[in-house]
């Protein structure tokens, strides 16, 4: 059954090569993926800002867009908690309470789906240096990842950077853009410092946040997991 | 908006020095999350049965001596202090370091009816002498450089200008002392009260509440209703969870039990008001934030919040709570207003609902407050902002062209080079 890619609105529009790394890995590793035509917005940033109406518009378009694939494998945290969590309490007095249920059902993180079908044991990754890993505040569960990080061939990993959230949060960055830019001040601070050759992270909104700080300060790069690994994955499969 | 330099790094060094010692503080408790849950729920059922425990505690307070009376607003509360302190014919009082005390500007209502009232707490009192305004609830004058206290204490004390902080630490304390010894009445805002027993508790960590509890002549004190406790397991719990959210320690290093007042003994004062303050708790109860009142002002969700450390307390509009616990109840306490600007100072990160000692779902009552706002309160930007993309929905091409265009014009992202 094909797989339907959710491709974030923050990715399609600022960093199309989040979903593309994810396709191009999927035809490399034989997987049935798709990103399904349609895509917009899970809703979130409505939701957050408490435009309630206006984030169910968006929760039944997904629904639409997804309806009939299997699995919805999301590359971005917060997205997918908006499909998991708040897409069903949004609709449960709705007709299509149902249809939310089960979208949230079969949404997962992409991460999570591709070493449970794969197994990081035949995915042939290498790379030359350290690496350190920034956990967006919205990533529930990191196992899969760390497991996936710590079977690079020749990589070390750095310490984990900072728990502290990057400042971005959707709306702050737009109410308050000089507040969300001073919170991401410790955050670049500790990647500057830090000695990874490369940052990775999972979120889309935290990477297009952090991404021209971190240039400014001379910090390290920073990649959405999905673009690292598609450049990581050694040919000989 | 932002705090200064100076100021938000205080913030994040103290934050990141707190929340490391309570997590080894709660480290060491077995079964964390159940304990948690329990005390959590020991606040829970007194609010969940609020009149009954009141009334239980004005029973029990009563029968000990003490003389009770109700306060529904800020000025009423004021307004009975100041009556009981031109009753006794008093002209200087000491408060303590409290919250309540604050949210009812004490201060102002003494300083109107010419009553000269002392903070009595150290750090209160550093920030009397060098004009600033708190920045922590735990730990009001966090934000202040050794060296600005040590010029400010030259210019008005005449002190040799020094960075030792024991030095500094003493010399307010001996001016504290001198204004102790010679005062009669003691304004304390308690922390919580026991409708079992009665017992009225205060907690800190410098001793300043023991200290006027034992030279006062009359003790007047304020509880805020939410704070009523329903017996003593309740109270050893929420202290002992207190200490370690608040300070990071197993205990406080004070705690102060007060139950009946003694005519006849040397200790303790010989007279005891309580006064029961609601001040709009009612309505917070009533629009479905009761939840939040089971706050018991630790700070805890301050030291996880990084919207917090770059705004200090300063940046909630002058109100007196902060931080996340603050954008959820400023705007029903204080005035509406509050709240087209308070709960949006959020990044959603989630990082206050796990740190929470009592269990209190912040996110989800900061997300309450801005569903229930957002329609009534969006400005005309924001309200054709969201009819566009309402429309683009249904339209992935102009979607992502729009987005594009958006982000180019610098209009939903911080895009700087």
Known sequence: MTIAIQAPCWAQSFRPSVTESILDLGHRLG??????????????????????????????????????????????????????????????????????????????????????????????????????????????????????????????????????????????????????????????????????????????????????????????????????????????? | MLADNHTRLALQRLSHTVSRSSAQAWAGVQDQEAVRSRVGWARQRVLDQLPMYLERLENATEANGVQVQWADSAQNANRIIIEILQSLDVKEALRNHAPLLDEIALDKAAEANGIDLTRLHPGDRILELTNSQISHPVWPAAHLRIEDISEAAREQWSMPTTVDPDILASAIRVRLRRRLIGSRTAILGLNFAVAETGSMVCLDNDGHNPSLIALARNAILLLSVEQVVADSEDLHLLVEAYARSAWGRPLPAYVTQLCSPSPQKIDGPRQIHLILVDNRRSRILDRGYGEALRCIHCGACHNVCPVYQQIGSQGYDDSPYSGPIGAVINPILLRPGLAEHQPFLSTNCLACGPACPVDIDLPALLQQHRQELASKIASSRERSAIRLWRYLLRRPTLFVNAFRRAGRRRVIMPRRK
């Open chain 1, 31 to 237: 997987l049935d993926l798709l990103a399904p035509k349609g895509q917009t917005c899970c809703g979130l940033p409505a939701w957050e800002a408490g435009h309630t109406d206006a984030a169910m518009d968006a929760a039944r378009q997904t629904l639409r867009v997804f309806d009939g694939f299997g699995a919805i494998v999301s590359p971005s945290p917060s997205c997918l908690r908006m499909m998991r969590e708040h897409i069903p309490a949004l609709l449960y007095d709705q007709p299509e309470a149902d249809g939310a249920r089960s979208l949230a059902e079969r949404s997962v993180g992409w991460c999570d789906y591709l070493v449970q079908e794969i197994g990081v044991e035949s995915l042939r990754l290498r790379f030359e240096g350290n690496i350190a890993f920034y956990r967006p505040c919205q990533q529930e569960d990191d196992k899969s990842l760390r497991l996936l990080l710590s079977n690079i061939q020749s990589a070390t990993l750095a310490p984990d950077l900072t728990e502290q959230c990057c400042g971005f949060g959707n709306n702050l960055a737009w109410r308050h853009p000089e507040l969300s830019k001073a919170i991401a001040g410790p955050v670049v601070g500790a990647m500057r410092l830090s000695r990874a050759d490369l940052i990775i992270t999972t979120d889309v909104g935290c990477l297009l946040h952090l991404e021209p700080l971190l240039q400014v300060a001379g910090a390290p790069p920073i990649l959405h997991l999905a673009e690292f690994l598609a450049q990581t994955l050694t040919a000989e499969l």
